[in-house]
């Protein structure tokens, strides 16, 4: 009869993942002989292993589960109180403690299951005093390793990454008000929120309504939370700060920027998400100091009476040359429009500037040269824009957009032919 493995022993850890083993006692049948040859043989090909482990209780520990006893401990005396020394670097499934009191130390073996940093592996655990990996699929020296969608063995097709930077223009009635940059839904993993510039705080929401960085109108130093089941990281020195979270989080959160001063600022970030839930993710941004969001509010979407000019043409005209067009605009950008105004004279397009192929960045908005309904620039929908740049008598600068301007919607492989644009214009 081949050797039988015996019983599963008691898992090390009630949660977060033990280690239990079990073990078997080869006996070599009487039919292979009792040389030492054939009991060699007989070991080989039936008992190479007397010894297995495997992982246990793998479900995450809540905050009401009990904090196990550090190591050290086992050697208290009702004398002597020893505790875990960290000045000196721990070896790999071993720990220093040192005799309260006193200058005694001593190198002790961490008990099995006991987590561990493995060089080739996100995850360790000790198994009789070594540091074995563990794979994301939960076996032991398994090399399985997550995608950057999160998926165990994946092949990072099942996800996007998600890149924008939001403008905010502040003004004098915003100060000291929240404006919302953009949501992070559950799932997201490698957030990065980042801006440079002074005058402008970022702020961290949770799904309650709560916040876990910053928020109050109070900025705090430095600092890891957790929150969404994810750690945050929020690091500010000087005007520069930044949000970084692996992930993934397990609800959503939202970024929010705080105005304090007269500013004109970037807000840059970026993060991971499924497919699924990238078509959801709301993104707002500010227009001077108030929240705009990609999504057309009831107001601009209300059918207001505006006095057309007779002049203006019953249906825009085709602008076609874009090579010439391209060479004579001052700016050439991709941006997606987020809000549409109206004054005495002329249309304002707020616009998320992503790209910027041509010229300087324009500011937010841009303006139309008269009510003239051309270009007529639909909200929510991202556009390649040729422009110019005019100064008033004031002195201030304005982003025009023209009946005669190349405006075209945004498609697939647009972006791969404006840098021989470009080229073509040094010719």
């Not at 993942?17 to 049948?29: E, H, L, W």
């Not at 010229?359 to 620039?377: I, M, W």
Request: aromatic share 8%.
């Amino acid at each position: 009869a081949l050797p039988i493995w015996g019983s599963w022993g008691k898992c090390s850890h009630h949660c977060g993942s033990g280690i239990r083993r079990r073990d078997r006692v080869c006996v070599v049948p009487p039919a292979w002989g009792g040389n030492r040859g054939s009991r060699l043989a007989y070991a080989r090909r039936y008992c190479d292993e007397h010894t297995e482990y495997e992982i246990c209780n793998p479900t995450p520990c809540s905050g009401v589960d009990v904090i196990e006893q550090h190591p050290c401990s086992k050697y208290n005396t009702p004398h002597d109180v020893w505790m875990p020394f960290t000045r000196m670097a721990a070896r790999q499934c071993a720990a220093y403690c040192y005799k309260v009191g006193g200058s005694r130390l001593r190198q002790i073996p961490l008990l099995d299951g006991s987590a561990c940093e493995h060089a080739s592996s996100p995850k360790g655990i000790c198994v009789a005093n070594k540091c074995t990996p563990i794979g994301c699929d939960g076996k032991l020296n398994s090399m399985a390793k997550l995608d950057a969608c999160g998926v165990c063995k994946g092949n990072g097709k099942d996800c996007e990454v998600m890149n924008g930077t939001r403008l905010f223009q502040s003004t004098a009635d915003a100060l000291g008000t929240y404006v919302d940059v953009v949501l992070i839904p559950s799932g997201s993993r490698s957030i990065h929120v980042e801006k440079t510039c002074a005058g402008l705080y970022l702020a961290v929401m949770d799904s309650d309504g709560l916040y876990v960085v910053n928020g109050g109108r109070v900025v705090g130093a430095s600092k890891n939370v957790r929150s969404s089941g994810a750690t945050i990281e929020y690091v500010r020195d000087g005007d520069k700060e930044m949000i970084d979270s692996v992930g993934p989080t397990t609800s959503k959160l939202t970024v929010r920027v705080l105005s304090t001063e007269l500013t004109f600022c970037n807000v840059r970030y970026s993060l991971v998400a499924s497919k699924e839930d990238m078509k959801r993710i709301e993104t707002i941004a500010a227009v001077e100091g108030s929240p705009a969001s990609s999504k057309p509010s009831q107001d601009e979407n209300r059918n207001e009476k505006i006095n057309v000019p007779s002049s203006c043409p019953k249906k825009c005209p085709k602008v076609k040359n874009r090579v010439e067009r391209f060479c004579s605009s001052d700016y050439v950008v991709r941006g997606l429009v987020l809000r549409k105004t109206t004054s005495n004279f002329h249309y304002e397009y707020f616009v998320e500037i992503s790209e910027v192929y041509k010229g300087d960045s324009p500011g937010a908005t841009l303006y139309t040269e008269s009510l003239c309904k051309c270009p007529n620039l639909k909200l929510g929908e991202t556009y390649l824009i040729m422009g110019s740049r005019h100064v008033d008598a004031q002195g201030r600068v304005r982003w025009m957009v023209g009946a005669e301007d190349y405006v075209k919607p945004w498609r697939k492989n647009t972006g791969r032919k404006l840098p021989q644009l470009s080229e073509k214009c040094r010719k």
